[in-house]
């Protein structure tokens, strides 16, 4: 039967085997790579509801593109 910490160890690689896979790489080439990529888009919506939005988050300090990305994720049933 397996240690505790090899059980854990294998818990850990299964739940996020990006961060593992960054970390052989790194081994491989010195240079820690990116995790997640971010990617510009662009998208037609009615003009008003944009102002109103950049006035939104300008007034409580929010990130245009985290709010998006939440509603995204939330649209989609992730997180």
Aim: glycine content about 2%; charged content about 30%.
């Amino acid at each position: 039967m397996p240690s505790t910490e090899l059980q854990y160890a294998l818990k850990a690689i299964r739940k996020h085997p990006q961060v593992f896979a960054a970390l052989a790489e790194y081994d491989q080439t010195r240079e820690i790579p990116k995790t997640t990529y971010r990617e510009r888009i662009n998208l037609t919506i009615d003009n008003n509801l944009l102002q109103q939005f950049k006035r939104y988050a300008r007034k409580n300090g929010l990130n245009m593109s985290r709010v998006i990305e939440r509603y995204m994720k939330k649209e989609l049933g992730l997180k």
